[in-house]
């Protein structure tokens, strides 16, 4: 992984559930069922493994499943829309009626994606400079790449509302009527034809109109189209309606009294057919071969240059072009405030205030506070927290610690678990000796069981005298810090299968003793040769952690399972999950 | 929508009326030709004692039309002329959350790999279509899983309604895969009902359209399907597609690469071939005019971004037309290698126009729409229509393709069997062989008198019968289809339309919610018959 190494990745346990409903087959069923016996050890190198593994920072947790959970096993509400580039609300009927994008005047650059800005075509003299509104015309231009709007010709008569002025704009300055003002025109233009048998007179009107000057384009026949088949959903509908509603006419008769029979279902006909659409005015599109023979000669003679980039044409709104002239600027994407629930008891996991300039939150509550944090790292270096201040040098200085990892040579690494809660915890851990895959790296943990105390305020061990008393050389709050005397093997201490190696206020370290393995391609690589895929070489040891403590009853959403009383008002909890060390890489 | 509008009930009882009472009431109903003024649709009265307004409710839920390709996914909602996204499947979306790698200095986007290798362009798929029978299903359904979140986390942005589904997917997508994507679906967005629609017929929605030859150039394969009234008839395929024409794109690189002077060490990855295949590939005419001459020997720099500097490849503009040819086309393999799975494009729409019933053929062949990223190649619908044009004039409509032995022996056997009095045949038999096909073949009618009484009674035109000449023209003049297929048998023309595409046709089709046939809830108007079905009760997959 590309991530700086070592780090640690957690399973969340949504995978484990089985929320999969695919039916399974005979094979697969027997296959999981011999499987749940043994409980399989995690692979972080299997092709699900990159959808359930996540940063300790990305995970929530509910406290009434007692659950990590990922952005998978949450539910999202928004709260507020808002644009990024100008913070203002969106209210959510606009939304609905204006789309994703905002309506004012933010608008990024088609070719780099950046800001523009609505500027003045012409430095403005000095009168017009004390203007209160200074005369356009304005331009959109980008600062970073130069492009204006004048690149494809489209000038502003006024500052404001720059999408509006979009709207009735095409490339090259030709002024199109907007969305909505063509779908009236088209429902005009089809009320006008009552029927196909007039279909020569339909062409006049269309000529006549401003949309005609400017080819169409595909929202034009997309709204062609539309009305077209409104029209024939109201064709049948009138067919039977007020107008032929007389009391002479049996059928009224009968409908009448279908009125007042009660319960009877009338069976309903068959439906008369739409027709198929017929002229252009009807969003019926012909193809002429003229089109693309001009396409081919403006490529041939425009070249590379001309033509957009795959990132471009995704960049676009709607209808990404194929030549640079025809890009348009894009309106910025709205953003929203969301609140999370867990997805199977409704809690609320993270709310924030739904105010666009805060960002504060009134419900958050982290896996960070709740799960043992499990870090890792090399024996033989300062922690990592000291390098902080210093320059990247250094540090990329010690990533070639960890990215230089020679097969089968021993390595020792620090293990520490770092207590959030406020009880003290039990700490089991468990790895396979070897890891899954084709490089098999031995990992070791030379302590696998021990306690780590609990998350008390930082100042309680300071003034407890008898722990200073007991530990004479004092340990530190935290094991980043433990800087006083840096714990290395020229301390004089080694490591000791069975016991721990260090231990302080809230944390604990032990250490894993790794033997990474042999790359295939190398001459030593026992088993089937090939070349290394991405990744292989790096070495992620899959741990499991179980945490066992007693904490104050809260009662109700308990599991039974999970959850036995011991003692008055103190429960037995149980955490369990997976994590993933990445330890570093092997060199070839 | 599931209370009924009035104006749906008076057509119900009017119906009903007209079917038990006197005819005279049906005549009422088609005797005003010119429309009377009517309070337009979208203001029906929504109950008969109610009043108007009510309506304004109805779009009270999102409706949201999701189309999912082999290589990219397409949402939004219904109404809008295009979608809001359009995500193509890309290396990140396999990545875990919190590896950042695609922003590291020195990581070239595009995948290196094996060229050769299967996994040539993996990441850049959903699925492939025989994975489901292996394990790979779980990867499956995460990345639809993941993709719809991020689909609704960025794009659409959704409030609290409830959602209403319509799911674009080509009809013969395997049963798994759908399980996976509805799954996506439901889980993901908390869909109320989700509606399949087949991507073919959505086509034919978009463009206005009943029936049609659907040819659809895609990533794996191209489908050629064959549309009447919105039922799907006949669908063949070939493996002539995206992919294959990718694979040309990156061996022409090399090829060229190779040429150039400056002697540049570059593996082309995924992406890089695709975007040179994208901004200026193209494709030739049948007979390319002379005149073109100074464009082919025009000169395309394409840029190499990944190599260690910045260099161009200088690539002659006609050569670029060449991956076309060989993986589209086929004009470079000789006829006996191609097999039934890899035909050539026109091949393939012609086997299957062949293959229709006559009627429908004439319907699909002035008919022809293509959908697929691939058929924007700029100049193909061209190629493709100058190509089957050419081999229909060839080869004409006939299922044999070589009599073989037979061809010296059936003017004898014509003779005897028909029971002439005349030896004078040869005309004869011309004409007969024509007559068959006479709605297709070219330069038929003017012989036809002086022979007619000759004819054998097979061969004889059919007898006149007024009465079912009259019932036809008067279901033909209530239906209202096009002229073309009330009008007098002309010849017709190989003719290609333009669609807005499946998207946009599903995103017509629910905005006006014409209901399918089948679909679940009674009381809509079932104006089309479609093959939907709606998955309003799926017990399987609702929440609780």
Known sequence: MSQQFPYTYYSCS????????????????????????????????SSRANFSLYPLEHLLYCTECHQMRCSRCTTEEVLCWYCPSCLFE????????????????????????????VNLLDAPTEAQRDAEQPPGPFILSCSYCNWTSLDIGIKFDKANNITGQLQRVRNGGIIVPTPKERENQAERLLRKQPNHEEEEEVKSPLEETPAAQAPPDADDFFSNLNSFYKSQLADTETSAGPAEFNVHSPSSIQRLLNLYSTGKKTKRGKPKPMRESLTTAEGLQEYSSSSEEELIHRLATSGWEATTSPSQRSFQERHPPRFTSDLRPTATLLRTKRS??????????????????????????????????????????????????????????????????????PYQFLLTLTNPLFDPIKVTLATPTTTPGRVQTRVTILCPQFDVGANTDVWDDALNSTSSQNNPKRKSAAPGLSVASPPDNSDGKQA????????????????????????????????????????????????????????????????????????????????????????????? | MSSQTPSQDLRKASLTASRNARPSAHTIQHSDPTRSPHTPLSRSVSGLYGSPGSSFRVDEDNLLIFDFGSRYLRAGFAGEPAPRCEIGYGPDSWRRVGDYRQWDLGCYPGGKGNR??????????????????????????????????????????????????????????????????????????????????????????????????????????????AICEFREVECRRSIRAGKLLHEEFSNLLEEELGKSEQQIKHQFGFEEVEEVMTRVGWCRPLNPPTTEEEINSKIINTTLANSETYTTLDIPFSRLADPAETALLGSKTPKVDIDDHDLPLHQLMYTS???????????????????????????????????????????????????????????????????????????????AVKHIDRDHSSSISTKDTPTTLSLPPHLQPQESDPISEKLSRLTLSQSTTTPSLTTAPTKPQICILKTLGPWAGASLLSNLRIRGASSGKGGGVSKYVFFCCSLAVYPQFRRG
């Open chain 2, 116 to 225: 050769d290798g299967e996994d040539w362009g993996r990441e850049y798929e959903l699925w492939r279509l025989l994975e489901w029978e292996g394990g790979e299903m779980g990867v499956v359904e995460d990345r639809v899983e993941r993709l719809v979140r991020e689909c609704e986390g960025r794009y659409l942005l959704l409030d609290g309604r409830s959602k209403r589904v319509t799911l674009v997917v080509p009809s013969g997508l395997p049963r798994p895969l759908l399980n996976v994507v509805l799954k996506g679906l439901f889980e993901g967005l908390q869909a109320a009902t989700i509606t399949l629609m087949p991507s073919p017929v959505m086509a034919c929605v978009g463009a206005g359209l009943r029936s049609a030859l659907v040819v659809d150039v895609g990533w794996f394969e191209t489908t050629v399907t």
């Open chain 1, 90 to 117: 969106v209210p959510s009927s606009t939304v609905r009626s204006e789309g994703n994008r905002c309506t004012r005047s933010c608008y990024n650059c088609p070719i780099c994606t950046s800001f523009l800005t």
């Open chain 2, 353 to 431: 126009l062949l293959h229709l019933p006559i009627d429908i053929r004439r319907i699909c062949m002035t008919r022809i729409l293509f959908t697929g990223g691939v058929s924007q190649l700029p100049g193909l619908k061209r190629r493709v229509y100058q190509e089957l044009d050419a081999l229909v004039a060839e080869k004409g409509w006939n299922l044999v393709k070589n009599y073989g032995s037979a061809t010296g022996k059936k003017r004898p056997l014509r003779e005897r069997s028909a029971n002439l009095p005349t030896p004078s045949t040869s005309p004869l038999e011309v004409h």
């Open chain 1, 14 to 45: 949504c995978v484990d559930t089985p929320t999969s409903l695919l039916p399974l087959s005979r094979k697969s069923v027997e296959a999981r069922s011999s499987s749940d016996e043994e409980e399989t050890t995690f692979d972080p190198r």
């Open chain 1, 496 to 588: 000791e299968a069975g016991k721990i190696w260090d231990k302080g206020r809230n944390w604990t370290s032990v250490i894993v003793e790794v033997v990474p393995g042999v790359l295939p391609g190398t001459p030593a690589f026992v088993g089937e040769g090939g070349e290394v895929r991405e990744d292989e070489g790096v070495v992620e040891c899959p741990v499991f952690v179980k945490v066992e403590y007693e904490s104050e009853g809260l009662g109700a959403g308990e599991t039974p399972e999970r959850v036995r009383m011991v003692g008055e008002g103190k429960e037995k909890r149980e955490v369990a999950f997976w994590c993933v060390l990445g330890v570093g890489k092997i060199v070839g």
């Open chain 1, 340 to 409: 999370k629930r867990c997805k199977t008891c409704r809690t609320l996991l993270s709310r924030p205030e739904p105010k666009v300039n805060t960002t504060r939150y009134k419900i958050k509550v982290l896996a960070l506070n709740n799960i043992p944090k499990v870090s890792i790292r090399s024996l033989n270096t300062t922690p990592q927290s000291l390098l902080t201040d210093l320059v990247t040098i250094s540090s990329s200085m010690q990533q070639k610690e960890y990215t230089t990892l020679h097969p089968l040579m």
